[in-house]
Structure formats: C-alpha cells, structure tokens
Nanobody, 126 residues
Framework: QVQLVESGGGLVQPGGSLRLSCAAS????????MGWFRQAPGKEREFVAA????????YYADSVKGRFTISRDNAKNTVYLQMNSLKPEDTAVYYC???????????????????WGQGTRVTASS
C-alpha cells in the first residue's frame, strides 16, 4: 500500500510559478509510474502530467505543455510538478497518483492509477 502526500499549493498571481511535491511512503517508489491530475470545481478530474518509473519518459496534457514540468527523485521518494506561467484556468485541486510500472497502463487515464493523494489546492488569481 502506497501513501501519497502532496504539498506546495497556494495562491499565486497569473503568470507566477509554483512547485508541487508529492512524497510517497509504504512501497518501493521506483517501481511506480507517477502522474499528476487536477480537478476544478464542477469539472471531472483530468490528466496533467506523468512520468515513468525511472524518469525516462514524460507526458503532458496539451493545456500545460511548455509551462509545466514533471520530475522525480527516487532517492527521496518524491515526484514534483513545476508550474510556470500559471493561468486562471489552472486553478484546481492537484492530485498525485501512482500506478505499478509492471502493469504497463496508459498513464493519461485516471482509472489506471491505484493510489491517490489527498490533493493540494492551486489558485491562480489576481
């Protein structure tokens, strides 16, 4: 059983930056592919970014490509989401999620992840 705890959310002006962190415990972190998702009020949870177990491949939603960067540090059991040039439409609760690398699942799909954090709120507003 993997436990995930997100941190780093907050209020930022449009155009600003935030870095989210997700600390994992209770499992072998390097055996999991990791993803970030977000959910805005009244909307479904949507894919933001994903990274494979060794950091060798990354994937991004078109809406964040070029602005957000996902990375991981397996020695620290942590995955990060660097968010630059934030827009009001990026406002949401952000969740990290884990899926076993051996399952070979499509990483952009919400239902392919087994473990979820509690979320951290990001608000981009002036």
């Amino acid at each position: 059983q993997v436990q995930l705890v997100e941190s780093g959310g907050g209020l930022v002006q449009p155009g600003g930056s935030l870095r989210l962190s997700c600390a994992a415990s209770g499992g072998t972190f390097s055996s999991y592919n990791m993803g970030w998702f977000r959910q805005a009020p009244g909307k479904e949870r949507e894919f933001v970014a994903a990274i494979t177990w060794n950091g060798g491949s990354t994937y991004y939603a078109d809406s964040v490509k070029g602005r957000f960067t996902i990375s991981r540090d397996n020695a620290k059991n942590t995955v990060y989401l660097q968010m630059n040039s934030l827009k009001p439409e990026d406002t949401a609760v952000y969740y990290c999620a884990a899926t076993p690398m051996g399952a070979r699942r499509i990483l952009t799909l919400v239902y392919n992840y087994d473990y979820w954090g509690q979320g951290t709120r990001v608000t981009a507003s002036s």
